[in-house]
């Protein structure tokens, strides 16, 4: 079955960065998009990035510009680097894939979970 683990997430400052992995299994990685959301504590989850399985990227208003992004297939994992951090970006982040080969900012288009690793951001 799909797995996929996250991990990098951590305490870090105001303006500080973290590079955030998510190694996947189960499956031929290349083949599917993959995507990041997040939960703050008391909110709904959204949106973060998404990759295509070429490699187009789409981003929230929130992060464009600050987050990117990527893709090693030979590892089969996705990346999120988030840098220039703000307190409002604490959350819970997830990786999610979905079944099909576009990048997709909408929930219901991902089919299978991480767990998700904590950010917290420090003002």
């Known amino acids: 079955q799909v797995q996929l683990v996250e991990s990098g997430g951590g305490l870090v400052q105001t303006g500080g960065s973290l590079r955030l992995s998510c190694a996947a299994s189960?499956?031929?990685?290349?083949?599917?998009?993959m995507g990041w959301f997040r939960q703050a504590p008391g909110k709904e989850r959204e949106f973060v990035a998404a990759i295509s399985r070429n490699s187009f990227t789409t981003y929230s208003d929130s992060v464009k510009g600050r987050f990117t992004i990527s893709r090693d297939n030979a590892k089969n994992t996705v990346y999120l680097q988030i840098s220039s951090l703000k307190p409002e970006d604490t959350a819970v982040y997830y990786c999610?894939?979905?079944?099909?080969?576009?990048?997709?900012?909408?929930?219901?288009?991902?089919?299978?979970w991480g767990q998700g690793t904590q950010v917290t951001v420090s003002s």
């Open positions: 189960g499956r031929t990685f290349s083949t599917y998009a």
């Open positions: 999610a894939t979905t079944d099909g080969t576009k990048a997709t900012n909408s929930e219901s288009g991902y089919n299978y």
